[in-house]
């Protein structure tokens, strides 16, 4: 069992993440069901880069959230492609093609995805006001 931390360990490990870009400091992993299957797979790649740098992925990261939420979310495909690298671009494709063959709950791939998800809604870019 974790101890809790303190009000000042939080803030600091809160301004380390702004300052590194990282989500969480929890270990990123699939759910058991989900350990062979591509779509969690590509997911849980895409997520574990958004946490090593968030500041140099939040096109990533907004793709992420718009599968998770789409109303509120839009990716930048023209920086998603024009920043990303090829195997990026396979995950996020791979991502694509589930998702376009019925609705997906990307969260439900990720251990503690339902809390990752909401620690992202803080700090990835929300879809400009029009």
């Known amino acids: 069992m974790k101890r809790q931390l303190t009000q000042a360990e939080q803030d600091y490990r809160s301004w380390r993440r702004r300052v590194r870009g990282d989500l969480t400091d929890d270990e990123i992993v699939l759910h058991e069901p989900y ?3 591509r779509c969690a797979q590509a997911v849980l790649r895409l997520l ?3 946490n090593r740098n968030l500041n140099e992925n939040i096109p990533v990261a907004q793709f992420l959230m718009a599968l998770h939420e789409g109303e509120t979310w839009a990716p ?3 920086k998603l492609f024009l920043l990303s690298r090829k195997t990026v671009i396979k995950d996020v494709l791979v991502i694509l093609c589930e998702f376009g063959e019925g609705r997906i709950d990307i969260e439900r791939y990720i251990v503690r995805g339902t809390k990752l998800f909401r620690d992202m809604e803080r700090y990835v ?6």
């Open 125 to 130: 870019p929300k879809r400009p006001e029009r």
């Open 35 to 37: 350990a062979n299957d």
């Open 76 to 78: 930048d495909i023209w």
């Open 48 to 50: 574990k880069m958004c």
